[in-house]
């Protein structure tokens, strides 16, 4: 995977019709806290975190990374998306040497239902494509999480293969659709 490392980060500012994904900044601390000490955010993620341990260990600026959106509403965090290379020992790869992006994202429970991380994460994914052309996009969520399972119908992932991890099934896809090649 090409390193977006190596690529000015954070990008101009993404607009969508209602939303604008962009580079952390320390507005954002407290709704970081939000997210990961949601029980519903956690509920496909291993739980939430204690609010009080996050207090201590979010940096006053979260999430300044390469490969992390903010998703705002009205100036207001609402939500994440994540481009990070997948890992060779997780399960589910496209590639023999493993690295592909794999997509991410977390809404804060007020923004479910509103269509904000199908029009956020389209937006990233199309961002992607044009600052890393031919460069799959991974997708990997527990069968269990309809909305997630979904949104990934939604947004073009394809199926790949579906295995255990973490004491669940998994479904594993990818964006665009891989053809093969011969």
């Known amino acids: 995977m090409a390193d977006l490392g190596t690529a000015a980060w954070p990008p101009a500012p993404i607009r969508t019709e209602r939303l604008v994904l962009r580079g952390s900044e320390a507005q954002d601390r407290a709704a970081f806290i939000e997210l990961f000490a949601s029980p519903e955010v956690g509920t496909y993620i291993g739980g939430p975190r204690p609010r009080h341990e996050l207090e201590r260990a979010v940096p006053e600026v979260p999430g300044r990374r390469p490969g992390l959106f903010v998703v705002a509403l009205d100036g207001a965090m609402i939500g994440m998306i994540t481009l990070d290379p997948r890992g060779a020992e997780h399960p589910g790869h496209v590639r023999p040497n493993a690295g592909e992006a794999g997509l991410g ?78």
């Open 105 to 182: 994202y977390l809404f804060l429970p007020q923004a479910w239902g509103f269509g904000y991380a199908a029009e956020a994460c389209a937006a990233a994914l199309y961002w992607f494509a044009d600052a890393l052309p031919g460069e799959p996009v991974v997708l990997c969520t527990q069968t269990a999480n309809d909305r997630a399972m979904r949104l990934a119908a939604k947004l073009g992932f394809t199926e790949v293969e579906r295995f255990e991890e973490y004491g669940a099934e998994q479904w594993f896809g990818v964006w665009p659709p891989v053809t093969p090649s011969g």
